[in-house]
């Protein structure tokens, strides 16, 4: 699948993001080596801090769908007009389950861009490596 189309199911995800104190809608599409692709939506809380980012939502539904080995991808949207990139703890959080993750991101799909997760996030942490 390529970029584009990653992209454009993120910004689909993105239509079902639980966002009522920010208004910030984000989505993010996860792509797995067989093609299988697993979407994910900002889910906010009264308690700001229980919050939990698209990117997230999206990785653990991938992982516990059996996918923790041969997640290849994750595209990231937002209902904002600037590129959304993944924050800090989504980044250690991607890179749990490998370092050649290509993020994918761009302030709409003609503006697409790529990195290598660490890239985004060297030196990442792992108690065992
Ligand atoms: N958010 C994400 O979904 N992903 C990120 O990487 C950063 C922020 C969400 C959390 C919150 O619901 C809203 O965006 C505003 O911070």
Redesign the pocket.
Known sequence: MDNKTLFRRAKVACER?Y?P??D???G?AVLTASGEVFEG????NASYGA??????VAVSKAVTEGHKDDITAIA?A?SGTDT????G??RQFIFEFGDDIRIIVGKDEAHLEEYAISELLPNGFREFS
């Open positions: 993001a966002a104190y920010s910030f809608h984000v993010a939506a900002n889910v906010e919050t939990i980012c698209a990117e997230r990231i937002s959304a990139f993944p924050c703890i989504c």
